[in-house]
């Protein structure tokens, strides 16, 4: 049964920085691109940015240059590095197998004040 556990989102003031994070079980991470996806109230969940399995990394255009993403695989966790944050950033976070699209997560919000 696959599991994925966001955490380390928080209220942080335009310009600042976070770091989230997602720990997984029931599958085989080395195998699997992962990504991380946002959802704003109102708004369709959005993919932000994904990483495969060779490390190889895409990013949506509005975050190039302020989002890092990446993955431990000896932990089963991939990361989203998040600096110079915009009020627009403000959403729920979640990440997921690449290809899955369902049973997401609990997601971690992200509220960045301006």
């Known amino acids: 049964q696959v599991q994925l556990v966001e955490s380390g989102g928080g209220l942080v003031q335009a310009g600042g920085s976070l770091r989230l994070s997602c720990t997984t079980s029931?599958?085989?991470?080395?195998?699997?691109?992962m990504a991380w996806y946002r959802q704003a109230p109102g708004k369709e969940r959005q993919l932000v940015a994904a990483?495969?399995?060779?490390?190889?990394?895409n990013y949506v255009e509005s975050v190039k240059g302020r989002f890092i993403i990446s993955r431990d695989n000896d932990k089963n966790t991939v990361y989203l590095q998040m600096n110079s944050l915009k009020a627009e950033d403000t959403a729920k976070y979640y990440c997921?197998?690449?290809?899955?699209?369902?049973?997401w997560g609990q997601g971690t919000q992200v509220t960045v004040s301006s």
């Open positions: 997921n197998i690449e290809a899955r699209k369902s049973g």
């Open positions: 029931g599958f085989i991470f080395t195998l699997n691109d």
């Open positions: 990483i495969t399995t060779r490390g190889r990394t």
